[in-house]
């Protein structure tokens, strides 16, 4: 500096731009605790859903990329009046539709101190990986699936578990066919053949694609009138395929179909699947976890023999999404799938079962575990049963109440915690009455007293109720056929 220059204040360093103090950290935290306290108290007296009116939709879609930034305080009011207000409506009890839950209050805690931590939960010797092994286990243990170390890991969700399982099945059947297909590839290969059933959930076929399987070679086994996968026609479907060339590898059963909660009968396509070297993957995603209600645990009999099984914590547990989970009875062939460690990744301390990424596709991957461990921690086995069996003795009410409804008609046995019905529409022929049915559900929903939702059953519309909250009462069953109803004859005047 020259003698004599004033000095004048340089541009303000990041790191102290950024600083927060731990008082402001702290206030801001409790804001957003109220904040979050006010908004789960409050969901049971609001419309279970509303749609956005244009302002506020528009204002999210065009909020323009901030030039300055601004307080926590001010971020945490813009949460307040922009975002809370406008929920799916899934943490009410009276929502019903697809397969989304309230989210459990200990997973909503664990979230925020998760991400203070914000590890890669990838491998190494921090509290994350070790809880994440835990969890697994412990999902395992809840469903009574065997869990040897490492079989298994957390995902997204069920989609991205599907994958993880079935690129493990691909590589075994190659292997099994005398090829490495992760040097190879399939060209040349005689096609695998997978076996679904019309209920299958369309993860599968998105694995089936993504995995270069070619959803042509996912051949579709009939059901009987349960829904349940018929084991007679799928030995027909394999041997015709084998006799043909093609070489049979996998057969997707259900613990609870995303339709009518259909539950397959796992023994005969268990043995079915050993006698023909098939690997057996059950997607579990929605109903794995009814196997703790005692009421309906002999359906899921022979699950525990699948090769796979893919998950959803952030289903029935209400695990915050996201959060699935990839259980394999073969570790090594997990592992012998996925594992890929470059030198830059060498991490002497992880220990024998290595890096998640040896088993499944992500290289970071966050700290889901502690949600997983926080949801199942407070409740417990017991308290997960009872509130598994309240949501299965809800469904069954709810499916006497449409039996006993002369407007309405019950489409399926309840397996599980689906409803599966539709309106009569009576004096309207079969396209009317599909047209009505279709037409019901976002009638409901943008009524806001219930919330459910549509999908085809077979070449039908039906409505679908998927009961996962506890808190749901009998009224509101009521109200929800109620609604229905109401609906259905607003539509047809
Ligand atoms: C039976 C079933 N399988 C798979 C999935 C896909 O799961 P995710 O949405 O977690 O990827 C769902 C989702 O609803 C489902 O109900």
């Not at 066919?177 to 040097?183: P, S």
């Not at 796992?266 to 057996?280: G, M, N, T, V």
Request: hydrophobic content about 45%; overall charge negative.
């Amino acid at each position: 500096m020259r003698r004599g220059s004033r000095a004048r204040p340089g541009p303000t360093p990041a790191s102290l731009e950024h600083a927060i103090t731990t008082e402001d950290f702290r206030s801001a935290a409790h804001t957003a605790a109220d904040l979050v306290s006010d908004h789960l108290a409050g969901l049971p007296a609001r419309p279970v859903w509303q749609p956005m009116d244009e302002a506020a939709r528009q204002a999210l879609l065009d909020a323009p990329l901030p030039a300055e930034g601004r307080p926590l305080a001010a971020l945490l009011d813009a949460i307040g009046t922009d975002v809370l207000p406008h929920p799916m409506g899934n943490g009410h009890p009276r929502f019903f539709g697809w397969v989304n839950s309230a989210p459990a209050p200990a997973g909503v805690l664990a979230t925020l101190a998760a991400s203070a931590m914000n590890p890669s939960t990838a491998g190494g010797d921090h509290a994350d990986v070790h809880l994440e092994r835990a969890v697994v286990r412990w999902i395992a243990e809840l469903v009574d699936f065997p869990h040897p170390p490492g079989g298994g890991l957390l995902t997204s969700g069920a989609s991205m578990a599907t994958i993880v399982c079935l690129a493990a099945a691909r590589n075994r059947a190659a292997r099994l066919a005398g090829r490495d297909v992760r040097e190879e590839g399939l060209a040349g290969m005689p096609p695998l053949v997978g076996y679904v059933t019309g209920e299958t959930h369309s993860c599968v076929r998105k694995a089936a694609e993504l995995l270069g399987l070619g959803s042509r070679h996912l051949r579709t086994v009939a059901t009987g009138p349960d829904g349940r996968l018929d084991t007679a026609d799928l030995r027909a479907a394999v041997e015709r395929d084998r006799a043909a060339g093609l070489l049979p590898f996998l057969v997707v059963a259900s613990a609870g179909t995303v339709g009518t909660g259909a539950v397959d009968a796992f023994e005969p396509i268990a043995d079915l699947c050993e006698e023909q070297r098939l690997w057996l993957h059950v997607d579990g995603a929605y109903g794995a976890f009814g196997r703790l209600d005692p009421a309906i645990a002999h359906r899921y009999a022979g699950l525990e023999r699948a090769d796979s099984l893919a998950l959803d914590p952030h289903k029935w547990l209400g695990v915050p999404v996201d959060c699935g989970c990839a259980l394999v009875r073969d570790t090594e062939e997990l592992r012998a799938t996925f594992s890929l460690v470059p030198s830059y990744l060498r991490d002497e301390s992880a220990g024998s079962l290595g890096w998640f990424s040896e088993y499944g596709t992500e290289q970071t991957r966050p700290f889901r575990a502690l949600k997983v461990w926080a949801t199942i921690a407070h409740r417990g086995r017991s308290g997960l049963a009872r509130d598994i069996t309240r949501c299965t003795v809800l469904a069954r009410q709810l499916g006497e109440l449409v039996r006993a409804d002369d407007e309405l008609e019950l489409l399926a046995e309840v397996q599980t915690s689906i409803v599966a019905f539709r309106h009569r529409a009576p004096g309207l022929d079969t396209a009317a009455r599909d047209a009505l049915n279709r037409a019901v559900a976002p009638a409901v929903q943008r009524r806001g007293r219930v919330f459910v939702t549509g999908a085809r059953l077979g070449d039908h519309e039906m409505l679908r109720a998927c009961l996962l909250n506890a808190a749901t009462t009998e009224d509101d069953l009521r109200l929800l056929l109620a609604e229905v109803k109401a609906a259905a004859r607003e539509l047809m005047s």
